[in-house]
């Protein structure tokens, strides 16, 4: 357990892989059809690392199937129920405590031209795709950021938000 716990504390630590798991979040979100696009928010990206990071909920991000959409992180698993909830119903907890090392991520996203903002809006106009040659804790982390972003990127700020339950 504490092995599991001390790879989760380098990774939260790294804000090199939290601006790339944020950039692919980004990309994944502005994937969607031209129609459907919703604009993306600060709101948006304070959910993301936390939801990431945590090795239950990248898991169940992972698992489901992206046209069954963010509705489904809901649905019970009976392996994971009680994971499940404190994940989803601990959120804001979870953005609090992960709220510096977010900022640090998004700072250096956009340094580095990854994101950018636009009249209070984020987008990303640079192309990402998951490097061959990375761990593989490393490559769930930015698959789940993609799929997150893409399912995110068809609901309202508002929705998003309330399924999560965040509390702005």
């Not at 979040?25 to 502005?30: A, D, L, P």
Request: net charge positive; aromatic share 8%; proline share 4%.
């Amino acid at each position: 357990m504490s092995g599991s716990l001390l790879r989760e504390y380098e990774i939260m630590q790294n804000p090199a892989l939290g601006a790339n798991a944020l950039w692919a979040f980004t990309q994944g979100f502005v994937s969607r059809p031209h129609e459907e696009l919703q604009s993306l928010t600060l709101w948006h990206l304070v959910t993301v690392l936390p939801l990431l990071y945590h090795d239950t909920s990248r898991k169940i991000i992972l698992k489901k199937r992206e046209s069954s959409g963010l509705r489904s992180i809901l649905e019970r698993d009976s392996k994971n129920s009680v994971a499940q909830n404190e994940t989803v119903f601990n959120i804001n907890n979870r953005i609090k405590a992960l709220q510096d090392r977010t900022f640090r991520s998004l700072n250096l996203a956009l340094a580095c031209n990854l994101i950018s903002l636009e009249e209070g809006y984020f987008f990303s106009n640079v192309s990402f795709k998951i490097p061959s040659t990375i761990p593989v804790e490393t490559k769930n982390i930015l698959k789940a950021a993609q799929k997150l972003g893409g399912g995110a990127g068809g609901m309202s700020d508002f929705e998003y938000l309330t399924i999560l339950g965040v509390e702005p």
